[in-house]
């Protein structure tokens, strides 16, 4: 008798927990089949894509434009010397005179606003660094020592004036990087390809190949520390740039036979 029942209550509680879970999937549906009916995704809510034109505004533009001094991230460049080459408070009325040699280069002999020493730590990386980037993007028309020999201008581009004349060896290095930064004359800026960084690298490995070809300069642009570190720094430079030089020669040779 006891088992009796104990054996019809099991089963009745098995057709509960049946039940329970045919409810259960039921809701399940239930709950899914409302959601999707409700589902209205903040993709699909009334917005403006950049640049499209707008009713809503006077201008008719769905852009605003931003607030006056906003800055992106990581672009607050407030270390002018490194971003631009100039001294702190420059004087926009400084009338500079320039000159245009045989060949039609803008010379100037007078840098008032330009910095005289590296904002950075010149490095012997650093030079390697710069020697690397000038072999990249300046080697084709200055040549591989800076003479303005380099491979175009050989085939018929103008010829930049060489690095080793007194003037350039005493400009200041913010001109250096302004010539590559804004360009100058008939040279084009190199700041889109060139970061601030790698165009100091450059103006460091240009002192440098200023030195190499004239051993007994003085540094007259940088002073102390930065100074040695160059002096240090131009030794092995020269060396790779004669390599350089051979390479060129070896380029030159192919070029003709061409
Ligand atoms: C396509 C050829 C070309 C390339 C590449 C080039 N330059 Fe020049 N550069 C010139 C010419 C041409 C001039 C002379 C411009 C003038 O005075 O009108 C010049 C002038 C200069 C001067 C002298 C400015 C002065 O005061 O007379 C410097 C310094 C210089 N370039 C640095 C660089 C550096 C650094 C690079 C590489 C980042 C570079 N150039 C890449 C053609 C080039």
Known sequence: MLKNSLQSLGASRQLLRGNATRLGCLLLTAFCLLSVGCRYDMQDQPRYKYYKESDFFADGRGSRDLPAGTVARGQLHENKAFYTGKVDNPNPNVQVQTTTDASGNTLV??????????????????????????????????????????????????????????????????????????GWGKMNS??????????????????????????????????????????????????NTNTGGNANANANANGGRR
């Open 109 to 182: 002999s007078s840098f008032p606003n330009d910095i005289d020493t590296f904002p950075v730590p010149v490095t012997k990386e650093l030079v390697g660094r710069g020697q690397e980037r000038f072999n990249i993007y300046c080697i084709v028309c200055h040549g591989p020592v800076g003479n303005g020999d380099g491979m175009v201008v050989r085939r018929g581009f103008p010829k930049p004036p060489t690095y080793h004349d007194d003037r350039l060896r005493n400009a200041p290095v913010g001109h250096f990087f302004d010539v590559m930064t804004n």
């Open 190 to 239: 190199y700041a889109a390809q060139i970061t601030p960084a790698d165009r100091w690298a450059i103006v460091a490995y240009i002192r440098a190949l200023q030195l190499s070809q004239n051993p007994n300069m003085k540094s007259t642009t940088t002073t102390g520390q930065t100074g040695a570190n160059a002096n240090t720094a131009a030794a092995p430079t020269a060396a």
